[in-house]
């Protein structure tokens, strides 16, 4: 079945892309997800258009992608407090949104948790390497310390 993709999905394509799927897949996945259309001649013209509204918006995105790798790379260490058992061990894990939270208190810019990326499942005390996905060009990296809080 012929779709055309109307957000980004991992592992099949992008915004815009015409791309053959399984029925199964395009029937019960995509398209109640509302992550694709049915391609038909109006709906690729619509496409045309699209595109290249998203290029022009693209060159915008990629040039306040670079303003905010700046700011955080200029952030330093950002500290992070989690409630903390007698051993030491925290109470749950580090998740994305925490860092979101503790990168904001910190003065840093407002980001979506969608772009922090961890290494596995956070649960100990320490400092930690955080990668944040700004734009597909633009990779920031940024120091995170978990501290023992109340």
Do not use: C, W
Not at 25 to 43: D, E, F, V
Not at 55 to 78: P, Y
Not at 84 to 99: H, N
């Amino acid at each position: 079945m012929k779709i055309i993709l109307t957000s980004d999905v991992s592992g099949l394509g992008s915004s815009g892309d015409i791309v053959e799927v399984r029925d199964g897949y395009a029937r019960n996945y995509l398209l109640p997800q509302n992550l694709a259309i049915l391609a038909t001649k109006g709906a690729q013209k619509q496409v045309e258009t699209i595109r290249r509204s998203q290029e022009n918006r693209r060159v915008r995105d990629l040039e306040h992608a670079r303003k905010l790798q700046e700011e955080l790379q200029n952030l330093g260490l950002v500290r992070l407090s989690k409630k903390v058992s007698k051993k030491g061990k925290l109470f749950g894990s580090i998740t994305e949104s925490d860092v979101v939270s503790a990168v904001r208190s910190a003065g840093g810019p407002s980001l979506d948790k969608r772009s922090v990326e961890l290494k596995g499942n956070v649960k100990s005390l320490g400092k930690m390497a955080v990668g944040v996905r700004l734009h597909p060009d633009v990779y920031a990296s940024m120091h995170v310390e978990v501290t023992p809080g109340s």
